[in-house]
């Protein structure tokens, strides 16, 4: 029995027909697994954004951005399961060393970021925006500049706008099939805090800054003066004899809670 040519068409059309459908098919779950990876990658280049913009508010200038940036890679895009210690990143290892596997291409094998030096990040420090608050910064930087003159302590860093940019080059999946194996992804991510900040090293740098803004620290530079004068006094009011204005004594806790603290209580810190 012979088969007409009719229906010969019909079944090489609906051939085509599967053909195109299941190409399209099987790509639809190529990009959602891939959406699905390049999500779980935005994320952590999100957080990294932040992790690192956090960082610089709290780091002093000698921590350079090439360090924070050894640190990121090492804590957010190494599959990292022990705590964080104040070391990581500091190796300058060019290897991820174990990662994720949902960091890699469906076969298991490609790893959709290839090498640390495709994260980069840059941060910067600078001004807050607008002209209003451009203006309020610079008169508060004369005022605390006048005061730390004055009273002998430390000037309050200008700037509280910390800006972090992550980039994450993403790498071409060969295994795709063509067209969709050179898309030459980079993921962008930025985050800003703005916060007054400053970095404390020391006790003494605690009394240094907090002196601008204390008003007895004014007059920390005559206190040899008052000292003495204050002796003349202790006859007629003893406590006289304790008079110091402008000694500051950082990290002082009350006494009955100082128990499994390594704070100082009263009386037992050093002053400035």
Same mark, same amino acid.
């Given at each position: ?10 079944? !090489?059309? %609906?051939?085509?027909?599967? &053909?195109? +459908?299941?190409?399209? #098919? ?5 990009? /959602? ?96 925006? !607008?002209? %209003?608050?451009?203006?309020? &910064?610079? +008169?508060?930087?004369? #005022? ?5 003159? /004055? ?49 404390a090293n020391s006790p003494s740098q ?48 009350p006494a009955d809670r100082v128990t ?13």
């Amino acid at each position: 029995m012979s088969i007409s040519p009719y229906l010969l068409r019909q079944r !090489g059309q %609906a051939m085509v027909e599967m &053909t195109i +459908v299941a190409s399209f #098919v099987v790509m639809i779950f190529l990009a /959602i697994c891939y959406f699905g990876k390049f999500h779980d990658i935005q994320a952590s280049t999100i957080q990294a954004a932040r992790y690192s913009a956090w960082e610089r508010t709290v780091r002093p200038p000698s921590f350079s951005d090439s360090k924070l940036q050894e640190q990121t890679r090492a804590r957010l895009f190494h599959w990292n399961r022990d705590a964080f210690m104040s070391g990581d990143g500091m190796t300058g290892s060019l290897e991820w060393g174990v990662q994720s596997e949902v960091w890699k291409d469906h076969s298991g094998e490609q790893r959709l970021l290839d090498k640390p030096s495709d994260v980069t990040v840059r941060t910067v420090h600078g001004k807050l925006p !607008g002209k %209003a608050a451009s203006v309020i &910064t610079d +008169v508060m930087g004369m #005022v605390t500049e006048t005061l730390a003159t /004055i009273s002998d302590g430390e000037k309050l860093p200008e700037g509280g706008l910390y800006t972090s940019t992550v980039s994450v080059k993403l790498s071409n999946v060969a295994s795709l099939p063509a067209l969709l194996n050179e898309l030459n992804l980079t993921l962008n991510e930025t985050s800003s805090l703005i916060t007054d900040n400053w970095d404390a090293n020391s006790p003494s740098q605690v009394a240094e800054r907090t002196r601008v803004f204390t008003g007895a620290g004014l007059f920390h530079r005559i206190t040899p003066v008052i000292k003495a004068a204050s002796y003349l006094l202790v006859p007629l009011e003893p406590a006289f004899r304790h008079f110091e204005p402008g000694k500051i004594c950082p990290d002082i806790v009350p006494a009955d809670r100082v128990t499994g603290s390594n704070l100082p209580a009263y009386g037992g810190a050093q002053c400035f």
